[in-house]
C-alpha cells in the first residue's frame, strides 16, 4: 500500500510539471523570463530560510532576499566556487524535509576531488517531465514517441542508472522507454553484440566514448545495428567526430549539457549547432577571471543558478566550464537562448596494444569507493607505460591496498602493464584550472 502512495505521488509530481513542457521552448521573451524569475524568487527565498550558507549571507550582509527579483539581482550575491563548496558541502544542503530527505549523487569534479551533491526527490521526479523538451526532439526523429529502446554505454552505478532505478520505485509510467545498460569496460566487440542484440533506437554515451567508438569499428569493418540518434553527455565530442559519424553511419548525433550540479543545463535541437539553455530551470551566465560578466558572444567561465533543485541549493556557482552565449536566435523556433559547444570537456582516451580503447569512467568506476584516495591522475606514457599519482589520507594506509589498487587497474589496463605509483599532497590543475584524472600521451591511427 506504501509503495502504491509513494508512485501515486510520483506520478501527481511528474504530470503537473509537465504541463506546457512542449511549449515552454517556444515562449516568448517575455513570458519565459517571467516564469525564469518566478522560479528564482520562490528558490532565494528557501535558501534565505533553510539553507546556512544563504542564511548567514543575507544576515550579514543585511540584505532582504525579497530584494532579489530578477536574475539581474543575482549580481548581488557572492560567486560560489568548487572549493567553498568543498570545504563544508553541509552549508549548502538545506535543512528542511526535502534537503534532509535529499538523495546524494557522488562527482569527481573538476579538481578530481569526490564531492556529493544532494538532489531532492520532488525535483528528482519534475526532471522527468522536463526531459520532454529533449525527448521531443529525439522522438522526432525517431519517428515514434512510445515504445522505442535506448541503450547506455556506462558504468554500474552511474548517475543515470542511479535516477531511473529512483523512477522505477518512486512512479508507474506505463509507456517507459525500454533501457538496457551495457558495461563501459566491455570490449568493442562484446559492445557491438549487445547493440546488434538490443537493436536501440537511441545510443546514449560520454562524446569521448561514442567518437572512440565509431571510429574504431569503422576501421574494424564491423557489422553493427545502428541507432536512429546518438545523444552524449557528460563529456564532449570534437566537432570532427561528430561529422564523422555523421557522415560515415549516417546517425544524427545530438547533445545534452548536465553537470551533477544541475542535471538540466542545455540541449541540442534538430539543427545540432549549439545547446538550447533551459533558462526557466537554470539560469546561466558567462564570467570573465574577475566574477564579471561578459558580453554575448564573448568566452568565459560557465556561472549556473540552479533554480529547482531544494537539496544542495547553488546559486552563481563557477561550473569551471568554458563557452560563450549567442544573442541570435536558432531557425528551429525555440527562443531558449543559445551556449556554445562547452570548452575543454573532451577528455583522453588510453589506448591499449590490440586496438581496444579505456575511457576515464572506467578507471572512476575503480577509485569511486576508495575512501582513502583523496584525488588521482592515471597518466599514460607508452601504451603499456602508466604513472599513477595519489593524493591519499595517509600513505601508511594505502600501502596496505596498493597491491588490491594496482591489481584492479591491470584487469583494465592490461596484465603486462607497467604502473609507477607515487604519492602527492597535492596534484596541481592543468590550464584555466581544470584538472584531468586520466592523461595520455598515445595517440591511436584511428581514434
Avoid at 526523429?141 to 542508472?161: D, P
Avoid at 542535471?263 to 577571471?289: P, Q, S, T
Wanted: glycine share 6%.
Amino acid at each position: 500500500m506504501i509503495e502504491l502512495l509513494n508512485k501515486l505521488y510520483g506520478n501527481a509530481i511528474v504530470f503537473s510539471n509537465l504541463r506546457a513542457q512542449h511549449r515552454i521552448p517556444y515562449f516568448s521573451e517575455k513570458k519565459l523570463h517571467e516564469l525564469r524569475d518566478r522560479r528564482l524568487r520562490r528558490i532565494v527565498q528557501y535558501a534565505a530560510k533553510t539553507v546556512p550558507y544563504y542564511r548567514d549571507f543575507f544576515q550579514r550582509e543585511g540584505i532582504n532576499s525579497g530584494q532579489i527579483k530578477t536574475v539581474a539581482d543575482l549580481d548581488r550575491l557572492p560567486l560560489v566556487d568548487k572549493q567553498e563548496l568543498r570545504k563544508d558541502p553541509s552549508r549548502f544542503l538545506s535543512n528542511s524535509a526535502l534537503g534532509k530527505n535529499s538523495i546524494a549523487f557522488l562527482t569527481s569534479g573538476s579538481t578530481g576531488l569526490p564531492l556529493n551533491i544532494h538532489h531532492d526527490s520532488n525535483s528528482l521526479l519534475a526532471n522527468i517531465a522536463f526531459g520532454e523538451r529533449q525527448r521531443e526532439v529525439i522522438t522526432g526523429i525517431c519517428g515514434r514517441k512510445i515504445g522505442y529502446r535506448e541503450a547506455l554505454i556506462s558504468y554500474n552505478g552511474c548517475v543515470s542508472t542511479k535516477v531511473w532505478d529512483f523512477y522505477e520505485k518512486k512512479t508507474y509510467i506505463p509507456v517507459r522507454p525500454q533501457r538496457l545498460l551495457i558495461p563501459i569496460s566491455k570490449t568493442i566487440e562484446a559492445v557491438v553484440q549487445e547493440l546488434n542484440r538490443f537493436r536501440p533506437n537511441v545510443l546514449i554515451g560520454y562524446g569521448s566514448y561514442l567518437e572512440a567508438f565509431f571510429k574504431t569499428i569503422y576501421s574494424m569493418e564491423v557489422n553493427i545495428q545502428l541507432p536512429q540518434v546518438l545523444l552524449y553527455g557528460g563529456d564532449a565530442m570534437t566537432n570532427a567526430g561528430r561529422d564523422f559519424i555523421e557522415e560515415k553511419f549516417g546517425v544524427p548525433v545530438l547533445s545534452t549539457y548536465q553537470a551533477m550540479e544541475c542535471f538540466k543545463i542545455g540541449f541540442f535541437c534538430e539543427n545540432r549547432e549549439n545547446f538550447h539553455l533551459h533558462e526557466d530551470l537554470c539560469h546561466v551566465k558567462i564570467v570573465n577571471a574577475d566574477g564579471e560578466e561578459v558580453a554575448d558572444d564573448e568566452k568565459g567561465e560557465v556561472v549556473i543558478s540552479n533554480l529547482v533543485n531544494r537539496g544542495t541549493v547553488l546559486l552563481n556557482y563557477r561550473l569551471g566550464d568554458i563557452a560563450s552565449i549567442s544573442n541570435r536566435k536558432c531557425s528551429c523556433g525555440r527562443t531558449l537562448s543559445l551556449l556554445s559547444e562547452i570548452e575543454g570537456r573532451v577528455e583522453d582516451i588510453i589506448i591499449l596494444p590490440d586496438g581496444q580503447f579505456v575511457h576515464p569512467r572506467v578507471v572512476w568506476s575503480i577509485f569511486k569507493h576508495k575512501n582513502e584516495v583523496l584525488q588521482y591522475q592515471l597518466i599514460q606514457h607508452e601504451l603499456m607505460l602508466f604513472e599513477l599519482k595519489l593524493v591519499t589520507s595517509g600513505q601508511e594506509t594505502v600501502n596496505g591496498f596498493l597491491n588490491e589498487l594496482l591489481t584492479d587497474l591491470r584487469e583494465v589496463l592490461g596484465e603486462s602493464s607497467t604502473i609507477e605509483a607515487e604519492f602527492y599532497n597535492e596534484l596541481p590543475r592543468q590550464n584555466r584550472g581544470k584538472f584531468r584524472s586520466v592523461m595520455s600521451y598515445c595517440k591511436s591511427n584511428v581514434i
